[in-house]
């Protein structure tokens, strides 16, 4: 367990690497001039350059990369627009697209373990043929309409939840819905497909055979060798909720780090748009790294070798 996390620890720091020059050199591949957005359009040229040589903007590149990352870890690091740190601007972002996130991924690996167990006990069932039609209609359904229906339903018609922000926990359950659903349809299309792998084992034939409870097999003997993929896509998904919630902050006015990129990225905010860039891919990581660490918990022959 040791080796596998100081190798996955390692890696980490190439990924990153990678990750921030990417970030930084595609970013000024985008035309438009942050210098002349701040100035505004009928700015004088040496109004311009004056901003430009106020931020670094007039320094080759890698001068500016490396003044991102010595202002990252300094904390010196500030937005264009605001003239505040980044770091201050985007920690509370982030801290809210991960709340929304991990409501998400707990509602989603609930409903969609369970439906996939139910699917893979009640094979070729008109139970089955039901979620197996929820999976294929969650993965189909637009984010950005299913944020409107709910909200039409639960906050204009029924006015149990409300419609948008953030506030307390009713907040939090409709933009966490929305934004689960997909992922919900997806685990449980996995859960079906690893425990149906499972079930056929001769393992779980025999321990059915001396008598034991089938709920007892399937619970304690079949779902937990059928976990291992399904972590797999439940640690996939979480990354991909962290960087992909902007449709869903966008309709339910979610203040999250997904809305503060997009915002950014059409203000040429290069600190901005690149530390939140990197937060996601920190993240992302660490979970990822996380999965792995949990595949030596659920199979001791991951631990040993």
């Known amino acids: 367990m040791k080796n596998l996390l100081i190798r996955r620890l390692l890696l980490v720091i190439p990924i990153l690497?990678?990750?921030s020059?990417?970030?930084f050199l595609l970013l000024h591949l985008i035309p438009g001039d942050p210098a002349r957005i701040i100035a505004g359009i009928g700015a004088a040229p040496e109004d311009v350059e004056v901003i430009r040589k106020e931020f670094n903007l007039d320094a080759p590149l890698y001068v500016q990369y490396i003044s991102f990352i010595t202002g990252l870890f300094n904390g010196n690091l500030k937005s264009i627009n605001t003239q505040d740190a980044v770091i201050k601007e985007i920690i509370p972002r982030f801290v809210n697209t991960f709340q929304l996130s991990l409501f998400s991924i707990f509602v989603s690996s609930i409903i969609g373990i369970t439906f996939g167990i139910i699917a893979a006990v009640k094979r070729n069932t008109w139970i089955d043929n039901l979620v197996m039609g929820f999976s294929l209609f969650g993965i189909s359904m637009p984010i950005f309409w299913l944020g409107i229906l709910l909200m039409l339903v639960f906050s204009l018609y029924l006015n149990i939840l409300p419609p948008g922000g953030k506030g307390g926990f009713q907040h939090i359950i409709l933009p966490g819905i929305t934004l689960g659903v997909a992922s919900a349809a997806i685990v449980a299309r996995m859960t079906r497909a690893s425990m149906l792998q499972v079930l056929n084992q001769d393992y779980i034939r025999t321990a059915l055979s001396t008598g034991l409870p089938k709920g007892k097999v399937i619970v304690k003997y079949a779902l937990k060798n059928a976990l291992i993929p399904v972590v797999t896509v439940v640690g996939l998904q979480f990354g991909y909720m962290l960087?992909?919630?902007v449709l869903t902050e966008s309709v339910f006015g979610w203040?999250?780090?997904?809305r503060l990129i997009v915002d950014?990225?059409?203000n040429r905010d290069y600190p901005?748009?690149?530390a939140g860039i990197l937060l996601i891919a920190v993240v992302f990581v660490?979970?990822?790294?996380?999965?792995?660490?949990?595949?030596a918990v659920l199979d001791p022959r991951i631990r040993r070798r």
Not at 286 to 295: A, H, I, K, P, T
Request: hydrophobic share 55%; aromatic share 10%.
């Open 21 to 23: 020059v990417l970030s």
């Open 264 to 266: 950014s990225i059409f």
């Open 272 to 274: 901005v748009v690149q």
């Open 243 to 245: 960087g992909g919630a």
């Open 255 to 258: 203040p999250g780090l997904g």
């Open 286 to 295: 660490l979970v990822n790294l996380g999965v792995d660490l949990l595949y």
């Open 17 to 19: 690497f990678g990750v």
